[in-house]
Structures are given as C-alpha cells and as structure tokens.
C-alpha cells in the first residue's frame, strides 16, 4: 500500500475516533489526497443556542432607556415617522433580544437579524417607523421587545396637526359636523365619522382609550368652544358622574351617548376602565387647589 494513503487513512481514523459529531461529514466525503483530510479536523462550531424567552418586565438593573414612551406631532400629510429608542445594556451579562413586535401593522421596527445580541455595557437604538396613510388626530401604537432577560413594552404616538391651509378648507366641513352632531350626537358613530370617532377607540382600555374616544373632541386644541375642558371640575365629580356621562350623553347638545345599549360603542367594561382613568387623572372638586387623587377613595377607583 502506498505510504501517504496510508498516513491519510491513520489520520482520518484518528480524526473519527476523536470526534465523532463530524462523523458523518467525514464519511460522506470521498477521500481526496491529502491537504482536504484536515477539514474534518477542524471542530465545528455549532451555532449560539438561541436562550430562551423569559416572562416578565425586562429590568431597568439590565437594559436603561432614553425614553419609554415617544410623542411626536407632525404636519398633516406626513407620511412615515421614525422613532429612535437607545438603550444600554447595564449588566454583567449579555441580553439577547428574540423578537420586537408592534401592536399595528403600520409601525414597523427596523432590526438587525435575529437573535439581536448586545453585549454587556454596550449601547444601542431601537428604530421603529409609524405609517400615517388613512391615521387622523392622534395615534398612539406600542412596541413589544421579547429579550431572554424578560419583555419590554414602549409606546410610540403621533399627533397629526392640521395646517393653516387645511384647518381653513375643512371649516365648512367642521360646521357640517357639528351641524350633524347636534342633529343626532350618535352620527360620529356612523359612516365615515367612525374612521376618527370610532375606529380607534376598538379594543381599547383606560388612558389609551380616553385619548382615542374622548381627547378627539376633549384635548383637541382647536375644539368648538361648546366642548368643555375636563380638567376644571364644575362641579363635584364623582364615578357615578363619569360614568353617568360617558354612557349616556346629553340630548340636544354634541356629547354622545357612549353606551353599546344606547347606540354608543364602549361595552361596560370600557366604560369601566374610563372611569377609573378619570377618577385618578381629573379634579373631582370644583375650586380645589389640592391634588385630584388625593381626594379620591381608593374603592371609587375600582
Ligand atoms: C364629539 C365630541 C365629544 C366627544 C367624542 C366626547 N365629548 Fe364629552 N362633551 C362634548 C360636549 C359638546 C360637551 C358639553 C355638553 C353640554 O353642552 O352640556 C361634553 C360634556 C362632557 C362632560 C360634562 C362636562 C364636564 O366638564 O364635566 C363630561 C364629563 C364629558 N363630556 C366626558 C366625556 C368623556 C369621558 C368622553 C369619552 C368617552 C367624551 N366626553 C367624549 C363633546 C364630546
Ligand atoms: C379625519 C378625522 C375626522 C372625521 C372623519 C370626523 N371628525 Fe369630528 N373631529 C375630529 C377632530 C380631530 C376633532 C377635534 C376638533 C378639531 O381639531 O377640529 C373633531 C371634533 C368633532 C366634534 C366636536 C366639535 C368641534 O368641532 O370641536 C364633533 C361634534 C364632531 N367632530 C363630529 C363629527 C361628525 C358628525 C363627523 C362625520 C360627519 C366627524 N366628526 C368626522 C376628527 C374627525
């Protein structure tokens, strides 16, 4: 028998016996001469496992934000806005991040490939993008980072402002509105006025949907002077009184009845969970120069 064959062949037997997980690769290999035969010496590396997803808040002992929530306003006709979140990771060990999800199609984030790993002490941003096409008033979206070291929720909004030109156009149309709204205070349940007045209070809860379904009229900065602000109390204000006006309105004036049952779109429990929004964030006396919570029990709260 040749020599070299030979020599190939010890080494190669050696090479089997020593590592028997590239077995296969050195079988399935016809023995070419000589150089090759080192490549199934040479250890494969297999890839990182990947840890797992670990459930809970994501610690601010780990990962530090910026920001955790990002508010932006914008002209009216933007198309895509972006956001950067930065973060640092300020632990010992690395954090590798599994999945960013975002509660719309229309907010994408723009990531590295998966998993994203960041070594400890090192910095990075987190981009995401928010789609305005068919968005009115203000749109609030979250972002959901799935890390082994636990989730992270962030929160993204955009107020659309009109402009000069635009507020002008839409005047006629603003009093077509209010018009139809006095005739009938449920019209901004119905046709298109539910892409603004309806559609983006779904499925909410709470703040967000105070924002969505109330702010609309209550926070906008150039409301009609008939929509009262909410933040002064005219009078005490207790639970029974948020939720006597959310679900019910007032006949004859602009403010709408809430209520499924009355012709409204908030089940009980939106209405719910408005109320306790309300009972913490809102005055509930009138001239009180005090803190709002204070005043409030904790039952009422609930
Ligand atoms: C279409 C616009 C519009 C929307 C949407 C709207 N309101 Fe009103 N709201 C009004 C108007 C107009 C009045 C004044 C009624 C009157 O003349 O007495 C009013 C009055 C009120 C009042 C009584 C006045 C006060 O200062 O305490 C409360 C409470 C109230 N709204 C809460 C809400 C809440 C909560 C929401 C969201 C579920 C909401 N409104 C959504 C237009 C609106
Ligand atoms: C493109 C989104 C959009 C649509 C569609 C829309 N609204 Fe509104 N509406 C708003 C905004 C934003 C406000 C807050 C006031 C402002 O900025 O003009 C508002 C305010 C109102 C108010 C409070 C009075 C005022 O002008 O401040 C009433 C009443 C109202 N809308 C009724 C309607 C009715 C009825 C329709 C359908 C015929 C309708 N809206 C369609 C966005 C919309």
Request: aromatic content about 4%; overall charge neutral; charged content about 15%.
């Amino acid at each position: 028998m040749n020599v070299r064959i030979a020599a190939v062949l010890a080494l190669l037997t050696s090479a089997l016996l020593a590592a028997p997980q590239v077995q296969a690769q050195a079988v399935a290999q016809p023995a070419p001469p000589l150089v090759p035969v080192l490549a199934p010496l040479t250890p494969v590396v297999p890839a990182p496992p990947t840890p797992p997803p670990q459930v809970g808040e994501l610690a601010t002992s780990i990962i530090t934000w910026n920001t955790l929530d990002k508010a932006v306003s914008v002209d009216f006709g933007t198309v895509n806005v972006p956001y950067e979140f930065l973060f640092t990771n300020v632990s010992t060990e690395p954090v590798t991040i599994l999945s960013v999800r975002t509660s719309c199609g229309c907010t994408t984030a723009q990531l590295p490939p998966m998993p994203w790993t960041i070594p400890p002490g090192s910095n990075d941003a987190l981009n995401i993008t928010m789609n305005l096409i068919g968005k009115a008033g203000t749109v609030v979206k979250s972002v959901t980072m799935q890390t082994d070291k636990g989730m992270k929720n962030l929160l993204v909004r955009c107020t659309i402002l009109q402009l000069q030109s635009s507020t002008q156009m839409a005047s006629g149309m603003r009093e077509h509105n209010q018009m139809l709204a006095l005739a009938d205070p449920q019209a901004i349940f119905k046709g298109d006025c539910a892409n603004c007045h309806a559609e983006p209070a779904k499925g909410k809860l709470g703040k967000e949907l105070y924002t969505a379904a109330c702010g609309i009229c209550h926070e906008a900065e150039h409301r009609a002077s008939s929509v009262p602000d909410l933040k002064v109390a005219k009078q005490e204000r207790n639970a029974e009184y948020w939720r006597n006006w959310i679900s019910g309105g007032k006949q004859g004036t602009m403010m709408p009845a809430f209520s499924v049952g009355l012709g409204g779109i908030l089940t009980d429990e939106q209405i719910g969970s408005l109320v306790e929004h309300l009972m913490k964030t809102m005055p509930t006396k009138p001239n009180l120069s005090t803190h709002a919570g204070a005043a409030v029990p904790a039952a009422a709260a609930h």
